[in-house]
Nanobody, 129 residues
Framework: QVQLVESGGGLVQAGGSLRLSCVAS????????MGWFRQAPGKEREFVAA????????YYADSVKGRFTISRDNAKNTVYLQMNSLNPEDTAVYYC??????????????????????WGQGTQVTVSS
């Protein structure tokens, strides 16, 4: 069983930055592709960003491309989401997700919720205007 714990959410003004972290309690973190999703009130959970097991490939939703950066530190079992130039439309609960695979995943796979077996509890990000 994989447990994922997110942190780093909070309240920030438009234009500001936040860095989310997700720590995975798993022996072989490098056997997992990792993703970030978000869910705003009244909306479906949507893909934000993903990174392959090696960190070599990263994928982003068009809405965050150029503003958000996903990265991972396999030695620390941690995946990060650096969020810059935040705007009120980024307000949501952000979830970390893990997909067991040590092979390449396509952008299509990375963006699908049902590709991920494990999910964290989420961390709230609120951006004020």
């Amino acid at each position: 069983q994989v447990q994922l714990v997110e942190s780093g959410g909070g309240l920030v003004q438009a234009g500001g930055s936040l860095r989310l972290s997700c720590v995975a309690s798993v022996r072989a973190f490098s056997n997992y592709a990792m993703g970030w999703f978000r869910q705003a009130p009244g909306k479906e959970r949507e893909f934000v960003a993903a990174v392959t097991w090696s960190g070599r490939n990263t994928y982003y939703a068009d809405s965050v491309k150029g503003r958000f950066t996903i990265s991972r530190d396999n030695a620390k079992n941690t995946v990060y989401l650096q969020m810059n130039s935040l705007n009120p439309e980024d307000t949501a609960v952000y979830y970390c997700a893990a997909k067991r695979t040590s092979t390449y995943i396509s952008p299509t796979q990375a963006g699908r919720r049902d590709e991920y077996e494990y999910w964290g509890q989420g961390t709230q990000v609120t951006v004020s205007s």
